[in-house]
């Protein structure tokens, strides 16, 4: 999933910044705002990227992101059967350009409202929400949608459905120091309140180490 790629393009509580957000279902949006931090036992420090972030548990593997989807950074990989990747977290550094996205802890409410539909429009997004990862830093949090439509004749009117086979939470922020995250949570075969709240615990927890 090249969401990273797709928003360079285009441009603690959670609470919303601004207005509804767009196309969550309720009972998810609820959940992502109400989340509280669980307990995450293990601390990981990377010294090929120069952060630290707190985890559910020590990764069975961390390999980098170049080998999962060709672009820098990391994937801790939590479970796992043979090949297949069950749970994990996907750290991407410099994962926008410094020009491509506002500072969203100083972007007003309606220049939220267009940068999210327009980081919506052009993504496979089920929805997205800008929150408050912290009280003092703001953060863009979307889920994959299930199903994609796609244009297949090139008409610019969709005329087919394509289904994926699980749905993945993302998250895109800047560090204390300027470093511009994006985050991507794997949890197979279908996304856990419990696992998308202990990603929104670990990304809070991130900081940059020498």
């Known amino acids: 999933m090249k969401s990273y790629r797709k928003l360079a393009v285009v441009v603690g509580a959670m609470a919303l910044l601004s207005g509804a957000p767009h196309a969550f279902a309720e009972e998810t949006a609820q959940m992502v705002q109400e989340s509280v931090s669980p307990a995450l036992s293990y601390a990981y420090e990377s010294t090929a990227y120069g952060y630290r972030i707190r985890c559910p548990k020590q990764p069975a593997f961390v390999i980098p992101a170049v080998e999962l989807d060709g672009h820098e950074g990391e994937v801790l990989i939590f479970e796992?059967?043979?090949?297949?990747?069950?749970?994990?977290?996907?750290?991407?550094?410099?994962a926008f350009s410094e020009d491509?996205?506002?500072n969203l802890n100083a972007i007003s409410p309606e220049e939220s409202v267009e940068l999210l539909k327009g980081i919506m429009d052009s993504n496979g997004y089920e929805g997205i929400m800008l929150i408050n990862l912290t009280e003092d830093n703001k953060a863009i949090f979307a889920t994959t949608a299930k199903e994609i439509e796609i244009d297949e004749d090139g008409d610019g009117t969709p005329?087919?459905?394509?289904?994926?086979?699980s749905q993945m939470a993302v998250l895109f922020f800047r560090g204390t120091n300027g470093s511009r995250y994006g985050l991507e949570l794997i949890d197979n075969p279908e996304l856990r309140d419990a696992s998308v709240a202990a990603f929104l615990s670990g990304a809070r927890s991130m900081q940059a180490v020498p």
């Not at 059967?81 to 991407?92: G, M, R, S, T, V």
């Not at 005329?159 to 086979?165: K, Q």
Request: hydrophobic letters at 40%; zero cysteines; a negative charge.
């Open 80 to 94: 796992n059967e043979d090949y297949y990747i069950k749970h994990a977290w996907i750290i991407h550094v410099n």
């Open 100 to 102: 491509s996205v506002p």
């Open 159 to 165: 005329d087919a459905t394509a289904r994926a086979d």
